[in-house]
């Protein structure tokens, strides 16, 4: 212990601290090592600036037809093109579904949009799509999708820190007729009460 710093404590573990900052509009978060900061006391005066997730395209539907049981982050192999069109949010998850194949985890009936400049390098908008995911996970998958009324959907396609692309896919559960009407009541009521609030903060009647 010298100068009330514990050096060995330091060098035992590397930790990051994030804090969200304002550049121009859109939130940053900007990571310091503290390991050094604690053996030097000095903030260091280059940081490495992280963009948000961006979020292109999402499945509004799934919510409506299905119980949303777990939800993880995959990668997803596209061609040039298509990752152009998605920067533009030109994708369309609505249809969308996953299915394990020959021990590999596919995403179907998405559509992306030709992208306008790229000619014969544009592929077919709705072909399957490989996701990356480890192996471990795509077993987990196969055996869940086995049970009865289990399936897998994508939920959002998003730009990991504004760069790769990457898929929310989620393990869901259909849900009956009775579970959507439900839900719609359930909808209905919290929208009914966010009017009250409302109307209640600007002094309005009921």
């Known amino acids: 212990m010298s100068g009330g710093v514990d050096h060995g404590a330091a060098e035992g573990s590397r930790y990051l601290a994030a804090i969200n900052i304002l550049c121009g509009g859109p939130a940053y978060r900007q990571y310091y090592d503290l390991t050094k900061v604690v053996q030097t006391g000095i903030?260091?005066?280059?940081?490495?600036?992280?963009?948000?997730?961006?979020?292109?395209a999402q499945n509004r539907k799934a919510r409506h037809e299905y119980f949303i049981i777990d939800s993880f982050e995959t990668g997803i192999v596209l061609s040039g093109t298509e990752i152009k069109s998605i920067r533009e949010g030109r994708a369309?998850?609505?249809?969308?579904?996953?299915?394990?194949?020959?021990?590999?985890?596919?995403?179907?009936?998405?559509?992306?949009?030709?992208?306008?400049?790229?000619?014969?390098?544009?592929?077919?908008?709705?072909?399957?799509?490989?996701?990356?995911?480890?192996?471990?996970?795509?077993?987990?998958?196969?055996?869940?999708?086995r049970e009865k009324g289990f399936t897998l959907v994508p939920l959002k396609i998003y730009l990991k820190e504004g760069k790769r692309a990457k898929v929310e896919l989620a393990v869901a559960k259909g849900k009956q007729l009775h579970d959507k009407r439900d839900s719609a009541a359930e909808r209905d009521a919290a929208r009914e009460i966010e009017r009250a609030v409302r109307r209640k903060g600007r002094g309005e009647d009921y």
């Open 43 to 56: 903030m260091p005066l280059e940081v490495r600036i992280v963009p948000e997730d961006k979020t292109v």
């Open 92 to 145: 369309n998850l609505k249809d969308g579904f996953a299915s394990v194949e020959g021990g590999e985890l596919w995403l179907h009936n998405v559509h992306i949009s030709p992208y306008e400049k790229g000619t014969i390098y544009n592929k077919d908008p709705l072909r399957p799509r490989k996701l990356l995911v480890h192996k471990t996970e795509i077993r987990r998958l196969l055996e869940k999708t």
